[in-house]
């Protein structure tokens, strides 16, 4: 199965004509602030304060991040969307907000093409399965048997409806043909912690995430 990648840009709100010069002038003269329409601890999260870190020291102004997440990033691009034009607002998004939430959400209160001016892509993040230690399956082909067995009898976690996590699920279950129940949560992040903490039985994340916690339950 070919790995699917999250890849994140920085988005800026649309400047305006007019403030184009003022800007030109002097720019920062006051803090940025760049939202991540994601919760705190995911990946989005932890590149966002990297890149806000170096951002930082250039600009030789504050960049500081503002986790404001749900709807699959929709709720963080919408306050960037109502942010002034000032070029104070940035945002740091994975691709699925931009991509794929106009085609799943009815009335999604952006338009990325429209809305937003995408800057630069910083990164891309591989992807893992991942399962909670009491399933009884070491491998792949196993987890597919057990699922097979148990008819959405398993529970996947993902960080959002439409978010990459759902997706790869959903293309994983339709390549095996096994039936699991979908369980979304608000960001890569709580959707690890859903995992890790046995509220769901798997599911797909970010390697940044997930792996440190595989790497410390193995050692145990």
């Known amino acids: 199965m070919r790995k699917l990648l999250t890849t994140l840009m920085l988005a800026a709100g649309l400047l305006s004509i007019t403030l184009a010069s003022s800007l030109a002038q002097?720019?920062?003269?006051?803090?940025?602030?760049?939202?991540?329409?994601?919760?705190?601890?995911?990946?989005?999260?932890?590149v966002a304060r990297i890149v806000a870190k170096y951002l930082t020291d250039r600009l030789g102004q504050t960049v500081f991040v503002e986790n404001r997440g749900g709807a699959n990033g929709a709720i963080g691009l919408q306050a960037l969307k109502q942010s002034a034009p000032d070029g104070y607002t940035i945002?740091?998004?994975?691709?699925?907000?931009?991509?794929?939430?106009?085609?799943?959400?009815?009335?999604?209160?952006?338009?990325?093409?429209?809305?937003?001016?995408?800057?630069?892509?910083?990164?891309?993040?591989?992807?893992?399965?991942?399962?909670?230690?009491?399933?009884?399956?070491?491998?792949?082909?196993?987890?597919?048997?057990?699922?097979?067995?148990?008819?959405?009898?398993l529970t996947y976690a993902s960080a959002g409806v439409g978010n990459f996590s759902h997706l790869e699920a959903e293309l994983?279950?339709?390549?095996?043909?096994?039936?699991?129940?979908?369980?979304?949560?608000?960001?890569?992040?709580?959707?690890?912690?859903?995992?890790?903490?046995?509220?769901?039985?798997?599911?797909?994340?970010n390697v940044s995430t997930l792996l440190p916690h595989a790497q410390a339950e193995r050692n145990h």
């Open 26 to 46: 002097s720019w920062p003269q006051k803090p940025i602030k760049m939202i991540v329409p994601f919760p705190a601890g995911g990946g989005t999260d932890v």
């Open 91 to 153: 945002a740091m998004t994975s691709d699925t907000p931009m991509t794929v939430n106009p085609w799943i959400y009815k009335n999604l209160p952006y338009e990325p093409l429209r809305d937003f001016i995408p800057v630069t892509s910083t990164i891309r993040l591989p992807s893992m399965l991942a399962v909670h230690p009491s399933l009884p399956v070491r491998s792949v082909a196993e987890l597919i048997a057990l699922a097979k067995s148990k008819p959405n009898g």
């Open 172 to 205: 994983f279950s339709i390549a095996t043909g096994v039936k699991m129940l979908h369980v979304p949560y608000k960001g890569t992040g709580p959707s690890a912690m859903g995992m890790i903490g046995g509220e769901v039985q798997l599911g797909f994340n």
